[in-house]
Antibody
Framework: QVQLVESGGDLVKPGGSLRLSCVAS????????MTWIRQAPGKGLEWVSS????????YYADSVKGRFTISTDNANNSLFLHMNSLRTEDTAVYYC?????????????WGQGTLVTVSS | IQMTQSPSSLAASVGDRVTVTCRAS??????LNWYQQKPGKAPNLLIY???SLQSESPSRFSGSGSGTDFNLTISSLQPGDFATYYC?????????FGGGTKVEIK
């Protein structure tokens, strides 16, 4: 069955870096559009970044552009989020999510989330 | 595209019919999805493309609307439905979510 497992969340100081990983099973990552979505404590959902199935189309939220980088490792069926110059407002649970097949559709599978805390 | 949900919270009883509204700041056709989130859990896709029921979602959930105005309706609220519901537009980047509607027990 389809499963997404995130890891890499940690406590980091402002200005620090972190790499989040999302290992996919039950499907081939390179066949689907993948996304990172975050949720600050007690707040709503915020889209962070997406990568197309081919890897040639990438989008970032303005709040993370220039600081975060999304990437994939197809050999290991894994998705990554490289986070630099972290700010206190980046504190959140980060989810990876798989988009349904097709365009303009929803996210049908989500990981359990990994907590990133940015604090001095 | 800004997504505005209303109400931000509501209290209802088991068996009630509940409707949550989502309004987009510009026309998004039917590129609108609904999610349910329970505390400490990842969101779960309920409805996609405004009115298509995701597989394994109970049939008491339904979605309607197009353009800028959308509704999520729960025909008969069940104990497991007390949760927060989010709409999300998939029309264009940046993808955006509504602020959420918390459905609580009356």
């Amino acid at each position: 069955q389809v499963q997404l497992v995130e890891s890499g969340g940690d406590l980091v100081k402002p200005g620090g870096s972190l790499r989040l990983s999302c290992v996919a099973s039950g499907f081939t990552l390179s066949d689907y559009y993948m996304t990172w979505i975050r949720q600050a404590p007690g707040k709503g959902l915020e889209w962070v970044s997406s990568i197309s199935s081919s890897g040639d189309i990438i989008y970032y939220a303005d709040s993370v552009k220039g600081r975060f980088t999304i990437s994939t490792d197809n050999a290991n069926n894994s998705l990554f989020l490289h986070m630099n110059s972290l700010r206190t407002e980046d504190t959140a649970v980060y989810y990876c999510a798989k988009r349904q097949y097709g365009d303009y559709v929803g996210f049908d599978y989500w990981g359990q989330g990994t907590l990133v805390t940015v604090s001095s | 595209i800004q997504m505005t949900q209303s109400p931000s919270s509501l209290a209802a009883s088991v068996g009630d019919r509940v409707t949550v509204t989502c309004r987009a700041s510009q026309h998004i056709n039917t590129y609108l999805n609904w999610y349910q989130q329970k505390p400490g859990k990842a969101p779960n896709l309920l409805i996609y493309a405004a009115s298509s029921l995701q597989s394994e979602s109970p049939s008491r959930f339904s979605g309607s609307g197009s353009g800028t105005d959308f509704n999520l309706t729960i025909s008969s609220l069940q104990p497991g439905d007390f949760a927060t519901y989010y709409c999300q537009q998939s029309h264009s980047s940046p993808l955006t979510f509504g602020g959420g509607t918390k459905v609580e027990i009356k």
